[in-house]
């Protein structure tokens, strides 16, 4: 049996192509744990609905008490101690698996040494954050959920000016145990070096494992990407000038748009690699 967990704040639309993905692709029994983070009553009216779609959705409903990182990390804490299950896997709210039997090849990889598998973040020259490149971050990574209860990891972030960022403490428990983990390949779909279906999409980052593509994330979820949209637009961030002398509504306007678009473009690649698999 297994747990996968996901937080939502204003970003229930990823929730189906999520849930599409988990079902079409999953091997072992799941179940899928949505925490929602205080979202609007649009949003939440959105969740119920893919939640009647998918009867393996289980919702579980907070109030933050704290913002962005702060609140995310409370949702997975919340979430964590709850799971029964041997193995639990960890999604960001705009993630999804894309190959067969995922579930099955993140558990087959680990052993008595490597106890977590998943998705990292390039080490970034500006942003610092630990375990960035070497270590599995709470973007699409499955553990053992008594192991990692055991080194009582709490999921909050610390100092974000020393990479402390949202689960920093599973890059430090972890280690401080001697136990490691197997991270997958990211690769960034602006860099163009992403082939097939996914190429063509914005920004977007594509994960491999044994040189298989084995998920996706969108990586924009409920802010609209306005950041990632000027890093990657514009490196030389022109962009940020002209984004101060133009109204903050325009801009979010602009803005949400343009990520609802790039959303249904990645989301149609999505379904269209899932689909695929199953062409006889």
Known sequence: MLSIITVNFNDSEFKKPMAFAINKLTKNNFKLIIVDNGSNEKNLNLLKKIKQEF?????????????????????LNLAIKKIKTKYTCVLDGDAL??????????????DYKNKIIGATTPKHK???RLGAGEFPMPFFSLFETKVFNDLKIDNKPGNIKKGQDTCW????KFKEFNLDGKVFKTL????GV????????????????ND????????????FGFGKYFSAMDKNNIGLYFQSKIPKFIMKYFYKN???KDFKKWEEACVNIINNQFIT
């Open 258 to 260: 343009k990520m609802t």
């Open 212 to 223: 298989v593509i084995i998920g996706s994330h969108f990586g924009r979820g409920s802010s």
């Open 194 to 209: 992403v082939t097939g279906n996914l190429s063509k999409c914005f920004a977007v980052e594509v994960y491999y494992y």
């Open 55 to 75: 009867n393996f959705i289980q919702i579980i409903y907070r109030t933050q008490s704290g913002l962005a990182s702060h609140a995310h990390g409370e949702a």
């Open 97 to 110: 698996p894309l190959v067969k039997n995922w579930d099955e090849v993140m558990i087959k990889s680990l």
């Open 188 to 191: 960034n779909t602006r860099d």
């Open 126 to 128: 500006k942003v610092k």
């Open 169 to 172: 403490q599973w890059y430090t």
